[in-house]
T-cell receptor
Framework: GENVEQHPSTLSVQEGDSAVIKCTYS??????FPWYKQELGKRPQLIID?????GEKKDQRIAVTLNKTAKHFSLHITETQPEDSAVYFC??????????FGKGTMLLVSP | SAVISQKPSRDICQRGTSLTIQCQVD?????MFWYRQQPGQSLTLIAT?????????ESGFVIDKFPISRPNLTFSTLTVSNMSPEDSSIYLC????????????FGPGTRLLVL
């Protein structure tokens, strides 16, 4: 089955800095890659996603890049703010809606 | 996206007992998913629930421990049976987006503590 590796496990940045979280996947058949943000005590919320036929997608301060050849994808957050502090999960979908999650990255943004 | 609710939001249970968690969606969906999130961990898929058929369980999860019902297209239940402290987790249901099936949205979760 699919295996998703996520790094780093924790990431501390100063407000205004950029943050990058990286994931690799094992199954070349995976075709959809969502990113979820989970604040403490809350449900995971979809923040951005990318399909395998797209190399990059941007939504305001967040962007995701995908390298199908290398089987890795990354989340980029620019101009970080304290409210960006949360746990971020990458995931890969193989087939129809079978989500495999990475282990998560705890992002801490200090004012 | 669909509005998803879960009941109960949290519970404290004694070992050996069972708890049934409900998931309600405000629109009809073909598939519903149940996940477990152990403390400080990622999400792990337990099973996929389809209306009118048996749930499909992932490796490491069995029907006797986690029986699932899916009586209609807007509702599902997950039962955690014969609980032990190791079952203490957040249990979440999710549903696919109606237009973009690969995208999943999560319910608020049920926080379970087993003593």
């Amino acid at each position: 089955g699919e295996n998703v590796e996520q790094h780093p496990s924790t990431l501390s940045v100063q407000e205004g800095d950029s943050a990058v979280i990286k994931c690799t996947y094992s199954d070349s058949a995976s075709n959809y890659f969502p990113w979820y943000k989970q604040e403490l005590g809350k449900r995971p919320q979809l923040i951005i996603d990318i399909r395998s036929n797209v190399g990059e997608k941007k939504d305001q301060r967040i962007a995701v890049t995908l390298n199908k050849t290398a089987k890795h994808f990354s989340l980029h957050i620019t101009e970080t703010q304290p409210e960006d502090s949360a746990v971020y999960f990458c995931a890969a979908v193989t087939g129809y809606s079978t989500l495999t999650f990475g282990k998560g990255t705890m992002l801490l943004v200090s004012p | 996206s669909a509005v998803i609710s879960q009941k109960p939001s949290r519970d404290i249970c004694q070992r050996g007992t069972s708890l049934t968690i409900q998931c309600q969606v405000d629109s009809q969906v073909t598939m519903m998913f149940w996940y477990r999130q152990q403390p400080g961990q990622s999400l792990t898929l337990i099973a996929t629930a389809n209306q009118g058929s048996e749930a499909t369980y992932e490796s490491g999860f069995v029907i006797d421990k986690f029986p699932i019902s899916r009586p209609n297209l807007t509702f599902s239940t997950l039962t955690v049976s014969n609980m032990s402290p190791e079952d203490s987790s957040i249990y979440l249901c999710s549903v696919p987006d109606m237009r973009r099936g690969e995208t999943q949205y999560f319910g608020p979760g049920t926080r379970l503590l087993v003593l």
